[in-house]
């Protein structure tokens, strides 16, 4: 099968792609605009594949993405390009709505035309992915058990998650006045290797290591399900191999914790690794530093992933345990790629603060 993967340099996209060639059974073609958070390094290990293909394109070019369809003639899509961090769509919401929507409406309908265009066996076969997020539906007390659903009421808080929940709402809307066959997956925060540094966990990692503060919004006690972007890469292909059309499948790792825990949790890995500390620090717990709340920072995430569990069978594979401690571990090997990553338009300060600025947190 060949996929057409939008936004495959970014962090979920490029380990749906490693994932992929590593199978061995699929191509790819990468459609990536590469923004700031697009990164080819990220693709190394599957650079030189006869089975990967790369077009920098950006996907509200609709000229260049029809060339695309009908140059490569893909057999799917898995539509993950997107701004994604929250903090910047709170001081530039412009990209997100460009991206985001105008985005997702220029991509699907170069697809519906390339779809109509396919014989009946191909067309039968055909599906657009879109992938999403869990903050579409905006916030759960912490002191609940309640869960995110397929079913639940969409409510965003965030120009990021509006921009995203307005992007589901045209793909299904493209379902039903169409016919294109589509499926949609809502994901909870992933995590691991080869994540830019703006968000929480590689952010806490590096500024530990060089001696930093680690920012810590609020009261830390926001909730947040974590899951691992291995995991993830799996499900979306269990999703798009074996999900019914015009389904919705959430995926989670039944992994919450507090955002101050998750803080703690990386600083004890990195004690139990006894690595040597910076100047002044007695250990890294010392550097957690509480500051103003992100605006409109929602409270708890938090997935019900029971639907992917019992209809399709994925499961993760990683606790958070296991999982944070891959990742602080690939971040200690890989300091050349944090070190490439950041070139000079990002340098771990703090964003979508509206007044000062100091690193995303979400």
Known sequence: MKILITGGAGFIGSALIRHLIKQGQHSVVNVDKLTYAGN??????????????????????????????????????????AESHVDRSIDGPSEFIDTNIVGTYTLLESARYYWGKMDAEARARFRFHHISTDEVYGDLDTESDTLFTEQTAYEPSSPYSASKAASDHLVRAWHRTYGLP????????????????????????????????????????????????????????TALTKGAVGETYNI?????????????????????LALPKPEGIARYSDLITYVGDRPGHDRRYAIDAGKIYRELGWRPEETFATGIRKTVVWYLENNEWCRRVQDGSYQRERLGALTVKEGDLS
């Open 252 to 272: 989670g790792g039944h992994n919450e914790r507090r955002n101050i825990q998750v803080v703690r949790a990386i600083c004890d890995v990195l004690e139990e």
């Open 182 to 237: 589509v499926l949609v997956t809502n994901c909870s925060n992933n995590y691991g290797p080869y994540q830019f540094p703006e968000k929480l966990i590689p952010l806490v990692i590096l500024n530990a290591l060089e001696g930093k503060p680690l920012p810590v919004y609020g009261d830390g006690c926001q909730v947040r399900d974590w899951l691992y972007v291995e995991d993830h890469a799996r499900a979306l292909m």
């Open 40 to 81: 080819l390094d990220s693709l190394a290990p599957v650079a030189n594949s006869p089975q990967y293909k790369f077009e920098q394109v950006d996907i509200c070019n609709s000229g260049e993405i029809a060339r695309v369809f009908a140059g490569h003639r893909p057999d799917c899509v898995m539509h993950l390009a």
